[in-house]
């Protein structure tokens, strides 16, 4: 979990994800992702 997230929508069929917030990183939600066992382009 990290701080300061509100939403997330996440698609399998296009593979993007949507996160809406304050206060938080692209890294942090990269690495949370990327923890999980998905991949991350950007």
Do not use: L
Not at 25 to 30: A, G, P, S
């Amino acid at each position: 979990e990290i701080s300061g997230i509100t939403n997330v929508e996440a698609s399998h069929e296009t593979g993007q994800v949507t996160v809406t917030g304050e206060n938080f990183t692209d890294e942090q939600v990269i690495a949370v992702i990327e923890e999980i066992g998905y991949t991350v382009k950007h």
